[in-house]
Protein backbone atom coordinates (compact mmCIF):
# COMPACT_ATOMS: atom_id res chain seq x y z
CA UNK A 1 0.00 0.00 0.00
CA UNK A 2 1.50 3.23 -1.24
CA UNK A 3 -0.09 6.68 -1.35
CA UNK A 4 0.55 10.62 -2.43
CA UNK A 5 0.43 13.88 -1.98
CA UNK A 6 -1.27 12.92 1.74
CA UNK A 7 -2.17 16.47 1.95
CA UNK A 8 -5.36 15.57 4.27
CA UNK A 9 -6.40 13.02 6.50
CA UNK A 10 -9.63 11.41 6.73
CA UNK A 11 -11.18 13.20 9.50
CA UNK A 12 -11.20 16.59 7.43
CA UNK A 13 -12.51 14.98 4.42
CA UNK A 14 -15.18 12.94 5.75
CA UNK A 15 -17.64 15.59 5.12
CA UNK A 16 -16.80 16.28 1.21
CA UNK A 17 -18.97 14.08 -1.90
CA UNK A 18 -15.64 14.03 -4.10
CA UNK A 19 -14.19 10.15 -2.92
CA UNK A 20 -13.34 8.09 -5.95
CA UNK A 21 -12.46 4.70 -5.87
CA UNK A 22 -11.49 3.32 -9.48
CA UNK A 23 -10.39 0.36 -10.33
CA UNK A 24 -7.73 -1.01 -13.21
CA UNK A 25 -5.71 1.97 -12.74
CA UNK A 26 -2.24 0.19 -14.15
CA UNK A 27 -2.82 1.74 -18.02
CA UNK A 28 -5.32 3.05 -19.98
CA UNK A 29 -8.81 4.53 -19.19
CA UNK A 30 -8.45 4.20 -15.85
CA UNK A 31 -4.91 5.70 -15.06
CA UNK A 32 -5.78 8.83 -17.09
CA UNK A 33 -9.48 9.09 -15.01
CA UNK A 34 -7.73 8.68 -11.71
CA UNK A 35 -5.27 11.38 -12.48
CA UNK A 36 -7.35 13.93 -14.43
CA UNK A 37 -9.87 13.70 -11.27
CA UNK A 38 -7.48 14.50 -8.83
CA UNK A 39 -6.07 17.10 -10.90
CA UNK A 40 -9.63 18.63 -10.37
CA UNK A 41 -10.07 18.42 -6.86
CA UNK A 42 -11.51 15.07 -5.88
CA UNK A 43 -9.73 12.72 -3.39
CA UNK A 44 -8.86 9.24 -5.36
CA UNK A 45 -7.93 6.05 -4.56
CA UNK A 46 -6.47 4.20 -7.59
CA UNK A 47 -6.05 0.60 -7.37
CA UNK A 48 -4.70 -2.09 -9.83
CA UNK A 49 -3.40 -5.47 -9.41
CA UNK A 50 -0.09 -4.76 -9.10
CA UNK A 51 0.52 -1.63 -6.63
CA UNK A 52 4.00 -0.93 -8.64
CA UNK A 53 2.29 -0.11 -11.71
CA UNK A 54 0.47 2.69 -9.85
CA UNK A 55 3.62 4.29 -8.95
CA UNK A 56 3.70 6.84 -12.16
CA UNK A 57 0.18 7.79 -10.95
CA UNK A 58 1.39 8.94 -7.49
CA UNK A 59 5.03 10.97 -8.77
CA UNK A 60 1.89 12.59 -11.38
CA UNK A 61 -0.26 13.44 -8.84
CA UNK A 62 2.48 14.44 -6.21
CA UNK A 63 3.55 16.93 -9.29
CA UNK A 64 0.32 18.01 -9.97
CA UNK A 65 0.09 18.10 -5.62
CA UNK A 66 -3.11 16.24 -5.88
CA UNK A 67 -4.93 13.95 -3.62
CA UNK A 68 -4.50 10.31 -5.03
CA UNK A 69 -3.96 7.36 -2.67
CA UNK A 70 -3.21 3.79 -4.14
CA UNK A 71 -3.69 0.60 -3.48
CA UNK A 72 -3.38 -2.74 -5.11
CA UNK A 73 -6.82 -4.58 -6.08
CA UNK A 74 -7.37 -7.51 -8.33
CA UNK A 75 -10.86 -7.10 -8.76
CA UNK A 76 -12.04 -11.23 -9.11
CA UNK A 77 -10.62 -12.21 -5.20
CA UNK A 78 -13.48 -11.20 -2.29
CA UNK A 79 -10.34 -10.39 0.10
CA UNK A 80 -8.97 -8.28 -2.19
CA UNK A 81 -12.06 -6.32 -2.76
CA UNK A 82 -12.85 -6.18 0.69
CA UNK A 83 -9.57 -4.43 1.15
CA UNK A 84 -9.48 -2.01 -1.08
CA UNK A 85 -12.92 -0.79 0.35
CA UNK A 86 -11.31 -0.81 3.89
CA UNK A 87 -8.33 1.00 2.51
CA UNK A 88 -10.68 3.75 1.31
CA UNK A 89 -12.40 3.61 4.56
CA UNK A 90 -9.20 4.37 5.96
CA UNK A 91 -7.74 6.90 3.93
CA UNK A 92 -10.80 9.12 2.99
CA UNK A 93 -13.61 8.11 5.58
CA UNK A 94 -15.97 6.72 2.31
CA UNK A 95 -16.04 5.80 -1.13
CA UNK A 96 -18.55 8.46 -3.08
CA UNK A 97 -17.54 7.96 -6.63
CA UNK A 98 -16.92 4.33 -7.63
CA UNK A 99 -15.37 3.53 -10.89
CA UNK A 100 -15.88 0.12 -12.45
CA UNK A 101 -13.51 0.20 -15.53
CA UNK A 102 -11.17 -3.19 -15.04
CA UNK A 103 -11.35 -5.33 -17.50
CA UNK A 104 -10.27 -6.47 -20.97
CA UNK A 105 -11.65 -7.97 -24.10
CA UNK A 106 -11.52 -12.22 -24.43
CA UNK A 107 -11.60 -12.56 -27.97
CA UNK A 108 -11.64 -15.54 -30.66
CA UNK A 109 -14.66 -17.08 -32.57
CA UNK A 110 -17.42 -18.43 -30.07
CA UNK A 111 -17.00 -21.81 -31.24
CA UNK A 112 -13.49 -21.74 -30.30
CA UNK A 113 -13.18 -19.74 -27.09
CA UNK A 114 -12.54 -22.32 -24.17
CA UNK A 115 -15.38 -22.18 -21.79
CA UNK A 116 -13.28 -21.62 -18.97
CA UNK A 117 -11.65 -18.55 -20.69
CA UNK A 118 -15.06 -16.83 -21.46
CA UNK A 119 -15.75 -17.95 -17.42
CA UNK A 120 -12.79 -16.03 -16.66
CA UNK A 121 -14.06 -13.31 -19.07
CA UNK A 122 -17.30 -12.58 -16.76
CA UNK A 123 -15.66 -12.94 -13.49
CA UNK A 124 -13.61 -9.96 -14.50
CA UNK A 125 -16.10 -8.06 -16.25
CA UNK A 126 -19.55 -8.80 -14.83
CA UNK A 127 -19.02 -10.34 -11.81
CA UNK A 128 -16.47 -8.65 -9.98
CA UNK A 129 -18.18 -5.27 -11.59
CA UNK A 130 -21.25 -6.45 -9.41
CA UNK A 131 -19.83 -7.56 -6.38
CA UNK A 132 -17.99 -3.85 -6.01
CA UNK A 133 -21.35 -2.21 -6.74
CA UNK A 134 -22.60 -4.30 -3.44
CA UNK A 135 -19.64 -3.00 -1.64
CA UNK A 136 -20.03 0.22 -2.49
CA UNK A 137 -23.98 0.70 -1.78
CA UNK A 138 -24.48 -0.13 1.90
CA UNK A 139 -22.31 3.32 2.71
CA UNK A 140 -23.67 5.34 -0.41
CA UNK A 141 -27.82 4.46 0.50
CA UNK A 142 -26.82 5.61 4.19
CA UNK A 143 -25.42 9.32 3.15
CA UNK A 144 -28.73 9.47 0.72
CA UNK A 145 -25.83 9.92 -1.90
CA UNK A 146 -23.37 8.50 -4.36
CA UNK A 147 -22.21 7.94 -8.16
CA UNK A 148 -21.62 4.87 -9.86
CA UNK A 149 -19.49 4.63 -13.02
CA UNK A 150 -19.46 1.31 -15.06
CA UNK A 151 -17.13 1.57 -18.20
CA UNK A 152 -18.96 -0.65 -20.45
CA UNK A 153 -18.47 -0.22 -24.56
CA UNK A 154 -19.92 0.27 -27.80
CA UNK A 155 -19.88 -3.41 -28.00
CA UNK A 156 -22.17 -3.76 -25.12
CA UNK A 157 -24.96 -2.68 -27.75
CA UNK A 158 -23.88 -4.26 -30.78
CA UNK A 159 -21.72 -7.68 -31.38
CA UNK A 160 -18.54 -7.51 -33.34
CA UNK A 161 -17.43 -10.82 -34.65
CA UNK A 162 -14.44 -12.77 -33.16
CA UNK A 163 -16.39 -10.42 -29.99
CA UNK A 164 -18.67 -12.16 -28.70
CA UNK A 165 -17.81 -13.46 -25.17
CA UNK A 166 -16.78 -9.55 -24.94
CA UNK A 167 -19.65 -8.55 -25.68
CA UNK A 168 -21.57 -10.53 -24.00
CA UNK A 169 -20.24 -9.46 -21.18
CA UNK A 170 -20.45 -6.12 -21.63
CA UNK A 171 -24.12 -6.79 -22.74
CA UNK A 172 -24.30 -8.27 -19.25
CA UNK A 173 -22.86 -4.94 -18.13
CA UNK A 174 -25.37 -2.79 -19.36
CA UNK A 175 -28.61 -5.31 -18.25
CA UNK A 176 -27.23 -5.04 -14.53
CA UNK A 177 -26.60 -1.33 -14.98
CA UNK A 178 -30.07 -0.77 -16.50
CA UNK A 179 -32.03 -1.90 -13.22
CA UNK A 180 -29.26 -1.16 -10.67
CA UNK A 181 -29.97 2.75 -11.59
CA UNK A 182 -33.53 2.70 -11.60
CA UNK A 183 -33.90 0.80 -8.41
CA UNK A 184 -30.83 2.92 -6.23
CA UNK A 185 -32.28 6.27 -7.78
CA UNK A 186 -34.80 6.64 -4.87
CA UNK A 187 -31.69 6.72 -2.54
CA UNK A 188 -29.99 9.35 -4.13
CA UNK A 189 -27.70 7.13 -5.98
CA UNK A 190 -26.88 7.81 -9.69
CA UNK A 191 -25.96 5.26 -11.69
CA UNK A 192 -23.91 6.35 -15.37
CA UNK A 193 -22.44 3.98 -18.50
CA UNK A 194 -19.58 5.24 -20.52
CA UNK A 195 -19.58 3.63 -23.79
CA UNK A 196 -16.14 3.98 -25.27
CA UNK A 197 -15.36 3.07 -29.09
CA UNK A 198 -11.87 2.23 -30.03
CA UNK A 199 -9.62 4.29 -27.06
CA UNK A 200 -6.20 4.13 -27.01
CA UNK A 201 -4.67 1.91 -24.73
CA UNK A 202 -3.00 -1.80 -23.53
CA UNK A 203 -6.55 -3.35 -24.79
CA UNK A 204 -5.99 -4.12 -28.14
CA UNK A 205 -2.29 -6.00 -27.01
CA UNK A 206 -4.33 -7.81 -24.26
CA UNK A 207 -6.83 -9.08 -26.50
CA UNK A 208 -4.14 -10.33 -28.70
CA UNK A 209 -2.89 -12.35 -25.58
CA UNK A 210 -6.32 -13.71 -24.95
CA UNK A 211 -6.50 -15.48 -28.19
CA UNK A 212 -3.08 -17.03 -27.43
CA UNK A 213 -4.37 -20.18 -25.63
CA UNK A 214 -6.85 -21.19 -28.78
CA UNK A 215 -3.53 -20.91 -31.38
CA UNK A 216 -2.63 -24.39 -31.75
CA UNK A 217 -6.28 -24.64 -33.07
CA UNK A 218 -6.20 -21.87 -34.73
CA UNK A 219 -4.06 -23.12 -37.45
CA UNK A 220 -6.26 -25.74 -38.32
CA UNK A 221 -9.32 -23.50 -37.87
CA UNK A 222 -11.85 -22.57 -39.97
CA UNK A 223 -12.28 -19.29 -38.91
CA UNK A 224 -8.47 -18.84 -39.84
CA UNK A 225 -8.97 -16.09 -42.79
CA UNK A 226 -10.64 -13.71 -40.69
CA UNK A 227 -9.63 -14.34 -36.99
CA UNK A 228 -5.14 -14.12 -38.19
CA UNK A 229 -5.70 -10.68 -39.78
CA UNK A 230 -7.45 -9.48 -36.68
CA UNK A 231 -4.94 -10.88 -34.58
CA UNK A 232 -2.17 -9.57 -36.59
CA UNK A 233 -3.67 -5.78 -36.42
CA UNK A 234 -4.45 -6.19 -32.71
CA UNK A 235 -0.76 -7.19 -32.26
CA UNK A 236 0.58 -4.70 -34.68
CA UNK A 237 -0.35 -2.15 -31.88
CA UNK A 238 -1.03 -0.15 -35.27
CA UNK A 239 -3.76 2.50 -34.45
CA UNK A 240 -7.37 1.19 -34.86
CA UNK A 241 -10.02 3.33 -37.07
CA UNK A 242 -11.52 5.89 -35.24
CA UNK A 243 -8.95 5.32 -32.10
CA UNK A 244 -8.92 8.54 -29.16
CA UNK A 245 -6.94 8.95 -26.47
CA UNK A 246 -7.94 8.20 -23.27
CA UNK A 247 -8.05 11.31 -21.86
CA UNK A 248 -10.52 11.97 -24.59
CA UNK A 249 -12.56 8.81 -22.38
CA UNK A 250 -11.59 10.43 -19.17
CA UNK A 251 -12.79 13.78 -19.68
CA UNK A 252 -16.04 12.55 -20.51
CA UNK A 253 -16.01 10.45 -17.28
CA UNK A 254 -15.12 13.57 -15.59
CA UNK A 255 -18.57 15.34 -17.22
CA UNK A 256 -20.40 13.00 -16.25
CA UNK A 257 -19.69 12.34 -12.72
CA UNK A 258 -19.79 16.47 -12.41
CA UNK A 259 -23.27 16.64 -13.90
CA UNK A 260 -25.47 17.11 -11.20
CA UNK A 261 -28.28 15.16 -13.63
CA UNK A 262 -26.36 12.90 -15.61
CA UNK A 263 -27.16 10.98 -18.40
CA UNK A 264 -27.76 7.65 -18.13
CA UNK A 265 -25.17 6.64 -21.20
CA UNK A 266 -22.14 8.40 -22.51
CA UNK A 267 -20.70 7.89 -26.05
CA UNK A 268 -17.44 8.09 -26.46
CA UNK A 269 -15.78 8.86 -29.67
CA UNK A 270 -17.48 9.20 -33.42
CA UNK A 271 -17.06 5.52 -34.23
CA UNK A 272 -19.18 4.57 -31.18
CA UNK A 273 -22.00 7.19 -31.34
CA UNK A 274 -21.78 5.95 -35.30
CA UNK A 275 -22.39 1.86 -34.22
CA UNK A 276 -24.89 3.26 -31.79
CA UNK A 277 -27.40 4.34 -33.90
CA UNK A 278 -26.50 1.99 -36.74
CA UNK A 279 -27.75 -0.62 -34.50
CA UNK A 280 -30.58 1.27 -33.31
CA UNK A 281 -32.28 2.32 -36.75
CA UNK A 282 -30.53 -0.65 -39.41
CA UNK A 283 -32.51 -3.51 -39.57
CA UNK A 284 -30.40 -6.48 -38.49
CA UNK A 285 -29.95 -8.04 -41.84
CA UNK A 286 -28.55 -4.38 -43.45
CA UNK A 287 -26.15 -4.39 -40.23
CA UNK A 288 -25.33 -8.15 -40.45
CA UNK A 289 -24.01 -7.63 -43.96
CA UNK A 290 -22.31 -3.65 -42.46
CA UNK A 291 -20.62 -5.47 -40.01
CA UNK A 292 -19.28 -8.35 -42.43
CA UNK A 293 -18.10 -5.87 -44.78
CA UNK A 294 -16.41 -4.04 -42.05
CA UNK A 295 -15.03 -7.20 -40.96
CA UNK A 296 -13.88 -8.47 -44.25
CA UNK A 297 -15.87 -11.98 -43.41
CA UNK A 298 -16.70 -13.55 -46.89
CA UNK A 299 -20.07 -15.72 -47.16
CA UNK A 300 -18.98 -18.96 -48.59
CA UNK A 301 -19.29 -19.09 -52.18
CA UNK A 302 -20.32 -15.55 -52.72
CA UNK A 303 -18.24 -13.65 -55.11
CA UNK A 304 -18.80 -10.77 -52.94
CA UNK A 305 -20.07 -9.95 -49.17
N1 LIG B 1 -9.64 0.65 -25.15
C1 LIG B 1 -10.79 0.46 -25.77
O1 LIG B 1 -10.85 0.53 -27.00
C2 LIG B 1 -12.05 0.20 -24.98
C3 LIG B 1 -13.28 0.32 -25.64
C4 LIG B 1 -14.44 0.06 -24.94
C5 LIG B 1 -14.39 -0.27 -23.60
N2 LIG B 1 -13.18 -0.39 -22.98
C6 LIG B 1 -13.20 -0.78 -21.56
O2 LIG B 1 -12.45 0.16 -20.81
C7 LIG B 1 -11.96 -0.46 -19.63
C8 LIG B 1 -10.48 -0.11 -19.47
O3 LIG B 1 -9.75 -0.68 -20.53
P1 LIG B 1 -8.51 0.06 -21.23
O4 LIG B 1 -8.90 0.34 -22.63
O5 LIG B 1 -8.00 1.14 -20.40
O6 LIG B 1 -7.49 -1.18 -21.33
P2 LIG B 1 -6.09 -1.45 -20.61
O7 LIG B 1 -5.12 -0.37 -20.93
O8 LIG B 1 -5.75 -2.84 -21.00
O9 LIG B 1 -6.45 -1.38 -19.06
C9 LIG B 1 -7.24 -2.37 -18.45
C10 LIG B 1 -7.06 -2.27 -16.97
O10 LIG B 1 -7.87 -3.29 -16.35
C11 LIG B 1 -7.07 -3.96 -15.41
N3 LIG B 1 -7.51 -5.30 -15.04
C12 LIG B 1 -7.73 -6.37 -15.83
N4 LIG B 1 -8.09 -7.41 -15.07
C13 LIG B 1 -8.09 -6.98 -13.79
C14 LIG B 1 -8.38 -7.57 -12.53
N5 LIG B 1 -8.72 -8.87 -12.41
N6 LIG B 1 -8.30 -6.80 -11.40
C15 LIG B 1 -7.95 -5.51 -11.49
N7 LIG B 1 -7.64 -4.90 -12.64
C16 LIG B 1 -7.72 -5.63 -13.77
C17 LIG B 1 -5.68 -3.97 -16.03
O11 LIG B 1 -4.73 -4.26 -15.05
P3 LIG B 1 -3.37 -5.08 -15.32
O12 LIG B 1 -2.39 -4.06 -15.79
O13 LIG B 1 -3.03 -5.66 -14.00
O14 LIG B 1 -3.68 -6.12 -16.34
C18 LIG B 1 -5.62 -2.54 -16.54
O15 LIG B 1 -5.30 -1.65 -15.49
C19 LIG B 1 -12.25 -1.95 -19.77
O16 LIG B 1 -13.38 -2.28 -19.00
C20 LIG B 1 -12.55 -2.11 -21.25
O17 LIG B 1 -13.41 -3.20 -21.49
C21 LIG B 1 -12.01 -0.16 -23.64
Redesign the pocket.
Known amino acids: MAFSSEVRTAANIAVVSDRVLI?????????ATAVLLAQRGKYVVA????AE?LRPLEEEARRLRATLFTTS????GDASRRAAFHFAEEKLGGVDILIN?????QMGPVEEVPLELARAQFE??FF?LLAMCQLALPGMRARGRGKIVN?????GKISLPMGGV?SAS?FAVEGLTDALRIEVAPFGIQVILI????????????AALSVEPMLPNLEDSPYRPWAEPMLAKWKSGKP?AG?QS?GI?AQVIARAIDDPQPRARYLVTPRARFLYWAQKLLPDSTKDVLLRKLHHLRMKGATNL
Open positions: TGCSTGIGATARHTLDVTNAGYGTNSISSIVYKLPGPIRTQFPRTREAC
